[in-house]
């Protein structure tokens, strides 16, 4: 993507401060974006943003609590005055555990994150584009999002939920001129299952069918890429798109 693709833009990506979302915000500047970097840890927002420099703007906020998010665009509003494009990223894991092993807490957690978090953003966001005439959401989803045998069962239903919003944002804004697509990573090396994740053995070898066929790690920049052109001028007629990222894995 060339430097200047961007210029004059404002891209906010939600959990940059870390794995696929800061190397979306790095690939946003690069691009000549100026960038909110949010995410709920304050040292990660503010690393990712010091790697950047001058363009970034780090923002300490929660996307599932609707006040955090509230502080989230007005922080942006007061530096940047605008929002072009959003990158609903931040999300975290279940245990992926089977459907009867799956406690309500872990799928409060999940679901408020994943899915409510998502909405929460993009309903903050959406009244920028639409003064400005037009935007672009890129939602990072998952092929959990698409099939049944890739994660827990929080996890999977949360990222039904993300393309679910990702179609129907595409959908009531098109004439608007605000484009809403979803990437769904597959395996990509990050900080997502932890040091030691706690994942429940049962489930884990319930879903090995599925997280067998992986052949290989993406790097995170290779979803960043994506988001990118997404988010273009050059996908400009792409609108409510779900785009697997994967390697070839879905397709076996
Ligand atoms: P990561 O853990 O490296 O980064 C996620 C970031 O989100 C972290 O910095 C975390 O602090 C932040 N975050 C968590 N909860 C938050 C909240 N409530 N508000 C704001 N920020 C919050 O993980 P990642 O793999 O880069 O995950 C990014 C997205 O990619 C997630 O939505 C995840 O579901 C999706 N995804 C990842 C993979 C993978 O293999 N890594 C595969 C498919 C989809």
Redesign the pocket.
Known sequence: MSTDTFEGRVALV??????????MAVAFAAAGARVVV????TA?AKETADSIGAAALPVA?????EA?VAELVRAADDTFGRIDVLCN?????DTMARPVDTSVEVWDRVLR??LT?TFLVTKAVLPFMLRQGGGSIVN?????GIRGGAAGIA?TAS?HG?VGITRNVAWMHAKDGIRCNAI??????????GDAPNWDAEGLAALQPILGLNQS??Q?EQ?AAVAVFLASEAASFVNGAIVPVDGGWSAG
Not at 14 to 23: N, W
Not at 140 to 144: C, D, G, P, Q
Not at 184 to 193: A, E, K, Q, Y
């Open positions: 939600t959990g940059a401060g870390s794995g696929i979302g800061r190397a949010a995410d709920i840890e990660r906020a929660d996307i599932s609590d955090s990223n931040a999300g975290i894991m994150v994943n978090g990072t989803a998952s092929e959990a996890y990222k993300v769904l990573p597959g395996p990509t090396m990050t900080g997502i299952g790690i993406a995170p979803m």
